[in-house]
């Protein structure tokens, strides 16, 4: 497959994930400001009505990250307009140091039990150290290190979106697995923010300057052999 197919391929699974990650704060934010309380069928919204001030503190900031994280990876935007690249750049990482910690504080007693718990912890975890380590980087002048950790918090920061469809799915096949969100939500918490943090290995390996002059080689002499 070519190089600009895969770009766009993963450009659009990017922004569905920021789409689905901009509608689950909408809903939440309308079930925390709906008059009646959500059911207590509805585990999550409940656990979340339970603590509206800290759920805000974590879904707004959430809303930035989303809305701002592509604007990072745009390569005219750096070239063009450095200072509104800085200063997005700077709400994106405030906004990403406020969801990280926020999450730290709600992991304990998470629906999915200690499986999730430490699902949470462990890449809330991994999320501060690589925003972290892109501001040093940046701060350094080292902008392609700081590209790399910029992907990897990205990535970690879309997990959560990538992890409804999983939910939807177990949700969907609770009937013959019998397995409830107690059950299945620590599960898919780990499934989505490893396969984020893999992924996000693979795009930065892929996307190194070394390895992009060897794809076009390697491109260049499957069509001369074709």
């Not at 934010?29 to 999550?44: A, I, K, Q, R, Y």
């Not at 997990?159 to 469809?165: C, F, M, N, Q, S």
């Not at 009937?175 to 984020?196: E, M, Q, Y």
Request: aromatic share 10%.
């Amino acid at each position: 497959m070519q190089r600009p197919v895969i770009i766009r391929i993963v450009w659009l699974a990017t922004l569905l994930l920021v789409a689905i990650g901009v509608a689950i704060v909408i809903r939440r934010t309308l079930d925390l400001l709906s008059p009646s309380p959500p059911p207590p069928s509805l585990l999550e919204a409940a656990r979340f009505a339970r603590h509206p001030l800290l759920t805000m503190a974590h879904i707004i900031p959430g809303l930035l990250f989303m809305a701002l994280g592509p604007l990072q990876f745009v390569r005219t935007l750096r070239s063009r307009r450095p200072g509104l690249h800085r200063w997005s750049g700077r709400v994106f990482m405030g906004s990403g140091l406020t969801i990280g910690a926020t999450a730290l504080v709600m992991a304990p007693g998470a629906i999915g039990g200690v499986s999730e718990t430490a699902a949470t912890i462990l890449f809330a975890a991994v999320f501060l150290f690589s925003l972290v380590q892109a501001f040093l980087s940046i701060r350094r002048g080292k902008t392609a290190l700081h590209r790399e950790w910029m992907i990897r918090a990205f990535a970690i920061g879309l997990a959560v979106a990538t992890a409804r469809p999983i939910m939807a799915a177990f949700f969907a096949t609770s009937s013959i697995t019998h397995l409830t969100p107690r059950d299945f939500f620590g599960t898919a918490f780990w499934l989505a923010f490893t396969i984020h943090l893999i992924a996000a290995e693979i795009w930065i390996n892929y996307t190194r300057p070394e390895n992009c002059g060897l794809a076009k080689k390697l491109a260049s002499f499957a069509r001369m052999s074709a």
